[in-house]
């Protein structure tokens, strides 16, 4: 039987990877460090992953998996990544560099004949590069000089929604229906893509990141900082509202001109999936809570990320920006979250630094660059209202 270890048993890793894999033939061994969540999957024989849809529920049994806690048992997870044939992560792109060293351990250990698959399936361009990068760290010179005989690494792209879960659902999942998850190809040449049943292997990965990255979490991220503001409890509650709705249609008409023009994907298949994104995040059946979703505000500020990463871009371009500027507005005013340490973090570094410093530090912009100059007066504002 084939196996794969993942990395992070939160509800993405049993939603959504864990569906795919099992449903794909493979034996999942999930690893965290959480001692409740490993104790409580050690303890369930399976668990039921609910689809919701705007055509209702469908339901699927996990059952089998496996859990360690890689924080009491580090050999046994070396172990298992030895003889393993994927490895998967969704722990956050913070936490990547604390679970390479333990898979470097594993691919040291490695005889088997095929190279292991390894594959992040983080919200973030380049994962399972970053995640790599960290484990080739903590690799011997001798491994890496002959390290594709030992490990193939893709980039993903992951979508799909995971709301607010039901009150004393246990290892219970509720998911969106809706899915897409893609896979660069080219690193897999020579030994075969790794059979995944769902996954869409592609040549260029960089147009599915960042339509992806670029309209949903750009327009999920926004309802989001948007809703905080006006007190919605929900996503589909922001949406119903007619101003809220307008401004996220203009920031991701935004990053859809980009899209059309940097990728060569047509206007209309854009506005296509513009439109289905919306229906998406609008759908009161997921009960997706504002606060969860704009949840960690430093790093969706970032450089790279769902706001500044468009904005750069169509900055450099010379086009109009105006509602990404709104939604990093707001973003910048989500401060002080209950139960977000980033949104503490955030309000910290806006008291103890001035606009300039924070737009640098914050988003990761020189002051050179045609977008920072369109932020500063937004930082000293947010600054201002806040003192």
């Not at 196996?3 to 959504?16: P, V």
């Not at 792109?93 to 004949?113: C, D, H, M, Q, W």
């Not at 030994?191 to 260029?204: L, Q, R």
């Not at 410093?357 to 002051?367: D, N, W």
Request: hydrophobic residues 40%; negative net charge; proline residues 4%.
């Amino acid at each position: 039987m084939t196996k794969a270890i993942h990395f992070g048993g939160g509800n993405i890793g049993r939603g959504f990877v864990a569906e795919f894999l099992s449903n794909s033939g493979y034996e999942v061994v999930f690893i965290d460090v959480v001692d409740a969540l490993i104790d409580t999957l050690q303890k369930t024989p399976s668990y039921t992953v609910t689809e919701i849809g705007p055509d209702g529920e469908s339901k699927f049994e996990i059952s089998n998996f496996r859990a360690i806690n890689s924080k009491h048992n580090e050999p046994q997870v070396v172990e298992e990544i030895a003889t393993a044939d994927v490895v998967t992560c969704a722990v956050g792109p913070n936490i990547l560099k604390f679970i390479a060293p333990v898979i470097a351990k594993g691919i040291e250990k490695r005889t088997a004949s095929k190279p292991l698959a390894v594959i992040a399936c983080e919200n973030a361009i380049g994962g399972t590069d970053t995640l790599m990068g960290f484990v080739k760290d903590k690799l011997s010179e001798e491994t890496k000089a002959d390290l594709k005989s030992k490990v193939r690494a893709g980039n993903s792209a992951i979508d799909r929604i995971v709301p607010k879960q039901d009150e004393g659902a246990g290892m219970n999942v509720k998911i969106e229906k809706f899915y897409e998850w893609c896979v660069e190809e080219k690193p897999f040449e020579g030994v075969g893509t790794p059979p995944i049943k769902g996954v869409h292997f592609v040549s260029d990965l960089e147009p599915y990141i960042e339509r992806k990255l670029f309209t949903v979490n750009t327009s999920h991220a926004t309802a989001a900082y948007f809703g905080h503001a006006r007190g919605k409890t929900y996503i589909h509650e922001a949406m119903e509202d007619k101003e809220i709705h307008d401004i996220v249609q203009e920031a991701i008409a935004e990053t859809a001109h980009l899209i059309v023009n940097k990728h060569g994907i047509t206007a209309a298949d854009q506005k296509k999936y513009c439109n289905e994104i919306i229906d998406r995040i609008s759908n009161p059946m997921l009960e997706d809570v504002v606060e969860r979703v704009g949840r960690a505000p430093l790093r969706k500020l970032g450089r790279k990320e769902r706001f500044v990463g468009p904005a750069s871009q169509l900055a450099e371009r010379g086009e109009k920006v105006d509602g990404l500027l709104a939604g990093i507005e707001q973003a910048f005013r989500f401060q002080n979250v209950e139960g977000d340490e980033e949104s503490k973090e955030l309000a910290q570094i806006l008291s103890a630094n001035d606009a300039k410093t924070v737009v640098t530090k914050v988003c990761g912009l020189e002051e050179s660059h045609p977008l920072y100059s369109k932020i500063v007066p937004i930082v000293e504002k947010v600054q201002k209202e806040k003192a």
